[in-house]
């Protein structure tokens, strides 16, 4: 290998990055970590989980204190830095919402599709009773939950094929994703509110759920029964 090739493979490598910076006093250190920890995340599409930030600052760094300095600084802008689906994310405060829609609206074809109450009630069933088969869903409701529901929630990634179940046959289970927890302002399931909570504050009734008082939609194919369920396929 010539002298120039060397030279330009060299170059072609990425410079390692020097994360401890001992040779900067204590706060310029915790400054620069701010700066990498909050443009990583600034550039980032979807939450950035802690090993990802981890990569950029110190071994000692404690992240947590970090995010909570970032956050202080943001204090009064129109976007945030929030906790989401086990990681972290810069989102505009909810606030300034009618002004963007008004800015930009909403294309055609782009943005989450708008579920509807049926799509969403069978969201929710998952969420909370996760994992859960489509013939279990089926049953709670008292009316076949269909192919193309699942479908729906499937497109939009915000449920997934879980494990199999012991179920005779070994029916998919279904279960949510990182998608549901951004897109619902969640760090953990943890952060759903308690079942009960909402029953007793009338907001959800699970004896009406049990006796299928839900709006017709669930069932769109016709002959879609349990059969089909056992033979169920994860993409």
Known sequence: MSEASARRKANDQPAL????????PAELRW????GRVEAVIFAANEP???EVLARVVGRNCNLELIIDDIRAEL??????????AGGWQHRTRKVF????????????????????????LVLMCIAYFQPIT??????????????????????QDLIASGPRSPQPGAPYTYVTTKTFLSQFGLD???????????????????EKLLAGNIPAGLASGEGDGEDDVVGDQAP
Do not use: C, N
């Open 17 to 24: 990055l020097d994360t401890e910076l001992e040779h900067l």
């Open 31 to 34: 400054r620069e970590w701010m």
């Open 48 to 50: 950035v989980q802690r």
């Open 75 to 84: 204090a009064g802008r129109p976007y945030e830095l929030v906790s989401v």
């Open 97 to 120: 919402g009618d002004a963007i829609h008004a800015a930009f609206g909403t294309a055609a074809g782009q943005g989450p599709k708008e579920l509807s109450q049926s799509e969403a």
């Open 134 to 155: 489509r013939g279990e869903l089926s049953s709670f409701f008292g009316k076949e939950v269909s192919r193309d529901l699942i479908g729906v929630l499937r497109a």
């Open 188 to 206: 953990t399931l943890r952060q759903l509110p308690d079942f009960e909570a909402l029953e007793d504050a009338g907001l959800l009734s699970k």
